[in-house]
């Protein structure tokens, strides 16, 4: 199993940035797709990004492309979310997961983090 850990959050004001860490140990040569997801109280959880390992594709959700950025460090089994020009909507616990395979909607995640809060300020 896969064990992710993120950490980078915390308070900023609308139009202000954020880099998220993910950390991944454990069976790491087992996830071919990292992703990120957002989370807010009462509300869905949604897809923010997704980077696979194997390749170089990287995928963004509608509500974040050109603001936020996902890379890779593979040397340290860590993914990265650049986040800029952000707005109170992006608000919630973003937490890492990691998956096997990229099939779009339907990539199945089985490793999650425990998240780490994301709050922007108008």
């Known amino acids: 199993q896969v064990q992710l850990v993120e950490s980078g959050g915390g308070l900023v004001q609308t139009g202000g940035s954020l880099r998220l860490s993910c950390a991944a140990s454990?069976?790491?040569?087992?996830?071919?797709?990292m992703g990120w997801f957002r989370q807010a109280p009462g509300k869905e959880r949604e897809f923010v990004a997704a980077?696979?390992?194997?390749?170089?594709?990287?995928y963004y959700g509608d509500s974040v492309k050109g603001r936020f950025t996902i890379s890779r460090d593979n040397a340290k089994n860590t993914v990265f979310l650049q986040m800029n020009s952000l707005k109170p909507e992006d608000t919630g616990v973003y937490a890492c997961?990691?998956?096997?395979?990229?099939?779009?909607?339907?990539?199945?995640?089985?490793?999650w983090g425990q998240g780490t809060q994301v709050t922007v300020s108008s």
């Open positions: 997961a990691a998956a096997y395979i990229w099939r779009y909607a339907h990539t199945k995640y089985d490793a």
């Open positions: 980077i696979t390992w194997s390749g170089h594709s990287v």
């Open positions: 454990g069976r790491t040569f087992s996830s071919g797709v």
